[in-house]
């Protein structure tokens, strides 16, 4: 497969990661969750507006590109019965939360209805994404999907072995929670076409550097068949159990 980063690597880059071994696949285990970070519409804007850059000014021109690729995997772990986790990055208008984040961006208080404050269009999560009654919503300040929530504890609790992360952006809270879930030990999967950013230079160096140290990028068909065959497994230990239990 080429991949999106092979034209930014010379020959050197090359033979230092041939040398090194890095980017070798980690693979995957056997109860993963998917984790659909911040798609929200202050990332994605309004499909097909002509006006998202001017009313959505923090809108990533591949959102909704990337939001197809989310849906068939969001339906996809529905059908496998497998956790579903959303965040979203939500700020307080009042009080200004966040921090530095506004700072760097110049995302001040009052600079439009169509960011990511609280009670705000933009805050929301996008429809075709919409979360059920039984999937998982949590409002996050940091990039860090594990940043002052409660996901590690969730994650534990039902005995999650393996992330899939989704969403926007990929060099900011995508990456972040990919480092997160390496160091709290978690296979991580990032499906290439399910992530998005703002830059292209910043998206395909990102995953470059996700895949070569933190998670398995791979094409969102491979981990969709991965899904399907997650839930053939559960259908068939809980087909086992039921006839184990007639015996």
């Not at 990332?43 to 998202?52: E, Q, S």
């Not at 981990?223 to 809980?238: D, H, I, K, P, S």
Request: glycine content about 8%; hydrophobic content about 40%.
């Amino acid at each position: 497969m080429t991949t999106s980063w092979d034209d930014y690597l010379t020959e050197e880059d090359r033979a230092v990661l041939a040398r090194g071994k890095w980017a070798m696949r980690a693979g995957a285990g056997t109860r993963p969750a998917l984790l659909l970070i911040d798609c929200q519409y202050y990332m994605t804007g309004i499909r097909g507006a002509a006006d998202n850059a001017e009313k959505y000014p923090l809108s990533c021109p591949t959102g909704f590109a990337a939001t197809d690729q989310m849906k068939r995997l969001l339906l996809a772990a529905r059908a496998a019965d497998v956790p579903v986790v959303f965040t979203r990055f939500v700020v307080d208008p009042v009080i200004d939360d966040v921090g530095m984040f506004n700072r760097k961006i110049g995302a001040g208080i009052g600079r439009g209805e169509n960011l990511y404050f609280k009670g705000t269009h933009g805050a929301e999560i996008v429809d075709e994404l919409k979360p059920l009654p039984t999937e998982i919503v949590l409002d996050k300040k940091k990039k860090s999907a594990f940043f002052g929530t409660p996901l590690l504890s969730l994650l534990i609790d039902r005995r999650v072995d393996t992330c899939i992360v989704v969403g926007g952006s990929t060099s900011n809270c995508v990456r972040a929670t990919v480092v997160d879930c390496e160091q709290h030990n978690f296979f991580c999967l990032v499906p290439e076409e399910a992530v998005y950013d703002r830059v292209q230079i910043t998206h395909r160096i990102n995953l470059f550097d996700m895949n070569r140290s933190y998670a398995d990028v791979l094409p969102t068909d491979e981990v969709l068949a991965y899904l399907a065959r997650t839930g053939q497994a559960r259908e068939a230990a809980e087909q086992a159990a039921k006839r184990g239990g007639q015996a």
